[in-house]
């Protein structure tokens, strides 16, 4: 015959019981263990980071963080977290993610739920919260924002170019004048080139997916109309070739060598971009059809693995990394955009980062790309789509791609 619990034990287990359900559904389902941690992000390309984990490590000798350095390029970040987390590894223990990753990593139970009350979500700039939420729990933490950007050459730009008809005229006559290319973005045939795909759809009036994801808005004609945009770059050449297997990084340094008049590119590349062109470095909003372009949300939250062994380190950490004071060296020492709005309105990092006014705004402009579990297979289609277009500029048509792209898209959504 079993022995019967005292009192006092049943009331210990019923109220951890509670806790544990309270956790479930408002929270964190597990953040204990501490020791040291790994940080796995994307390449820093600044070389901003390892000053910012130096001040954590000597703060904490026994949960010193170490930086796990994955590609530059996101598609090639997603795989090799993916690959490590469906193993069930420990090696990675803070996880930063695009800000697209967030339902997919939620869905797989690869992260795991964190706290609201224990991060200053409210200080943050509204639309970047959202994108650490899947069906109303916090999975991430915002870290760096971000909304694409037009860099341009103030010595040989009078007006910055508010459209793309004024774009490209001025970047058709610089190329006949200066011998300067004229404009390039991310196009080789990864997730920047979605990225790059999409703002055109939104500049133009168009959405490709629904909000939530769950059904294909894209409008052929709007996206034969985007799509024509970068067509005609190529085929007048005034958007060189070359820039088919440009990622950020060839991007950034194609401009401030001088050998663009005009780049997309995030906000991180003003740093170098300043250092390099000085007064000759101009910012401004994506243009588009007809009026301002609409960019879309980029940036990296953080999240902790569900097979961290240290997952309390992991989420001490995220918070010291995103506090006010690091945010505010983010921007100083990295450029990148903060989360922290209030850091948009200081006078002092406005003199000093000029285009400041204009991120903010983009940002709040900025749309999000869909919460959808299957967001990957969705970016595939959308960049092996318009790949194939731009390397055959004078024979594919914009308008059939448009309506193969749409069609591939409804049968991924069907089957979802």
């Not at 109309?225 to 050449?237: K, N, S, V, W």
């Not at 749309?367 to 594919?396: G, M």
């Amino acid at each position: 015959m079993p022995h019967s619990l005292p009192i006092a034990v049943l009331a210990v287990l019923l109220t951890a019981s509670c806790a544990a359900a309270d956790g479930e559904s408002d929270g964190a389902t597990g953040t204990g263990g501490t020791g040291p941690i790994t940080f796995a992000t994307g390449r820093d390309t600044t070389a901003y980071l390892q000053p910012l984990l130096d001040r954590w490590n000597q703060a904490h000798p026994a949960e010193k963080v170490t930086l796990l350095e994955l590609p530059e390029a996101a598609d090639e970040q997603r795989a090799q977290m993916v690959a490590n987390l469906q193993a069930q590894s420990s090696r990675y223990d803070v996880l930063g993610l695009d800000v697209v990753w967030t339902a997919e990593f939620a869905e797989n139970g690869w992260i795991i739920p964190l706290e609201r009350g224990l991060f200053p979500l409210d200080r943050f700039l509204p639309p970047v919260v959202e994108t650490a939420v899947y069906k109303d729990k916090l999975w991430a933490v915002p870290y760096t924002s971000n909304a694409g950007l037009l860099y341009y050459r103030k010595d040989l730009v009078g007006k910055p170019p508010r459209t793309w008809a004024e774009l490209r005229d001025q970047a058709r006559e610089i190329k006949k004048n200066h011998n300067i290319d004229g404009y390039a973005g991310q196009f080789l045939a990864y997730e920047g080139l979605t990225v790059n795909f999409s703002e055109a759809v939104q500049s133009a009036g168009g959405q490709i997916l629904s909000d939530d994801g769950g059904e294909v808005t894209l409008d052929p004609a709007k996206g034969a109309t985007a799509l024509d945009f970068l067509l005609q770059g190529l085929r007048e050449r005034w958007i060189p070739k070359e820039s088919l297997s440009y990622k950020e990084e060839e991007s950034r340094l194609a401009f401030q060598e001088g050998r663009l008049a005009f780049a997309r590119n995030w906000p991180h590349a003003y740093g170098p971009a300043k250092a390099r062109l000085g007064d000759k470095l101009g910012v401004t909003r994506l243009p588009g059809l007809d009026r301002p372009g609409e960019a879309t949300l980029g940036g990296v939250n953080l999240a902790i693995s569900a097979y961290s062994e240290h997952q309390h380190t992991a989420q001490e950490f995220i918070r010291y990394f995103t506090s006010l004071e690091n945010e505010r060296r983010v921007l100083t020492e990295g450029s990148f955009p903060p989360v922290w709005t209030e850091l948009y309105d200081d006078p002092a990092l406005i003199r000093r980062f000029p285009y400041l006014p204009v991120l903010k705004e983009s940002i709040l402009a900025a749309k999000a790309r869909p919460v959808s579990a299957n967001y990957n297979q969705l970016s595939l289609v959308i960049a092996s789509s318009v790949a194939k277009a731009l390397a055959n500029p004078t024979t594919e048509s914009a308008d059939d791609v448009a309506a193969s792209m749409k069609s591939e898209l409804e049968e991924i959504i069907r089957t979802q």
